[in-house]
């Protein structure tokens, strides 16, 4: 429908110079690109099929469900639905029969359901994108416990100082030359000043802590590590051509498990879930009475930078990140605002108490005016907040 179309609309172009910048300033990989595609693409995805269920669970007459926008690649016909699947992943799209203006009298249309049919039709996106979230964190809870997710290991290089001092994948780190590790930031801004000096480094593993004495190897910073592991606000900055210290490890978010019964990984997700949907709605009210909120508003290039850093980070961070985005999807796409679901619910419930439809073609104006408007909206975010962010970095 037009509300995630619209998202795509903003995220396929913009994005995908934003990823490709970003991966020159960044040093972007394939971990990377698997990550932006997959959490994007899955999340418009997951919206779309939630219009197209409920769409077919009532009766209406769906004319096209696609995976992916673009030329078809392939596509099949079944019970008056085309499927097809086309080459942009970063999008979805469902066309459901008697939305266009010169539908509206269509049998088996969307206007031939009752009020709460359209209502559930219209919600049925952002419902299927808190599902997704809520699936995301079932799986994350399942896959690696509920205990505390702290900064460690996430693999070992060989012939380096770590593995040679004994260092293993996944333990966690306790200190570094006597400081607490509290942030995974933390790892590297303390190993940086340390080559060729010993330090001591303190892990946890299986419950015992472990001190290892390294010394670290002098590793020459180049343009990209420069960007993606400074932290101004921390007062750690590398420049192009510093020296800093490393052992040989991909730091990383390890889990500490801890042991629990069957129902309470379900409730942990369902916990998590609800968490996450009132923060968004306590975000989207921030933006509207704390000026300062705006600044923390991320575009499409602001996505990418997430992406990419926490695809560095591993697969818990990525899980996080996911669950996030189809939170906010969801409650996004219930404002209020032209083109997007929320208005169009709006719009069906005002048509209810007047007991008459609206013009269509004056509503499908309507619509494209509000597309424009939030294309000039994420333009603008991305001029004054992602791109200074990211030359900042």
């Not at 926008?69 to 979805?92: D, H, M, N, S, W």
Request: glycine share 10%; net charge positive; proline share 6%.
């Amino acid at each position: 429908m037009s509300g995630t179309r619209a998202v795509a609309a903003l995220l396929v172009p913009v994005g995908a110079v934003a990823f490709f910048g970003q991966n020159i300033l960044a040093g972007g990989t394939a971990r990377t690109i698997a990550a932006f595609v997959l959490i994007i693409g899955f999340a418009l995805i997951f919206h779309e099929a939630g219009h197209f269920l409920i769409a077919k669970l009532l009766g209406i007459r769906v004319g096209v469900f696609s995976i992916g926008v673009g030329p078809k690649i392939f596509g099949f016909r079944r019970r008056g639905t085309e499927y097809r699947l086309c080459p942009i992943p970063l999008a979805a799209y469902v066309r459901i029969v008697g939305m266009a203006p010169e539908e509206i009298d269509e049998p088996e249309g969307f206007y031939s359901a009752p009020v709460t049919g359209r209502l559930a039709v219209l919600l049925g996106g952002s419902a299927m994108n808190i599902f997704l979230a809520f699936l995301i964190l079932l799986v994350y809870a399942c896959a690696f416990g509920l205990g505390e997710f702290r900064p460690g290991v996430l693999g070992v290089a060989p012939d380096m100082p770590a593995a040679r001092a004994g260092i293993k994948a996944n333990d966690v780190f306790v200190s570094v030359a006597g400081e607490k590790v509290e942030r995974l930031e933390d790892v590297i801004r303390l190993l940086a000043p340390r080559a060729g000096k010993r330090t001591e480094i303190v892990v946890e593993r299986g419950g015992k802590r472990l001190r290892f004495s390294i010394v670290p190897t002098a590793l020459r910073v180049d343009a990209a590590d420069a960007a993606r592991l400074s932290d101004p606000k921390a007062g750690f900055v590398l420049k192009e051509g510093d020296m800093r210290g490393v052992i040989g490890v991909r730091p990383g978010l390890v889990p500490t498990h801890i042991r629990a019964p069957a129902l309470a990984y379900p409730l942990r997700a369902l916990d998590q879930t609800q968490k996450l949907i009132w923060r968004s709605v306590a975000a989207v009210v921030a933006l509207i009475y704390k000026p300062e909120a705006r600044q923390e508003l991320v575009g499409p290039v602001g996505i990418v930078q997430v992406t990419a850093q926490s695809a560095e980070m591993g697969l818990l961070p990525v899980l996080e990140l996911a669950a996030v985005l189809n939170v906010w999807l969801a409650v996004f796409n219930l404002l209020p605002i032209p083109v997007l679901d929320g208005s169009r619910v709006w719009i069906t419930v005002i048509e209810a108490a007047r007991r008459r439809i609206f013009d269509k073609e004056r509503e499908a104006v309507f619509h494209f005016a509000g597309l424009v408007l939030l294309i000039l909206v994420v333009l603008l975010i991305t001029a004054a907040n992602d791109i200074p962010r990211l030359i900042r970095q």
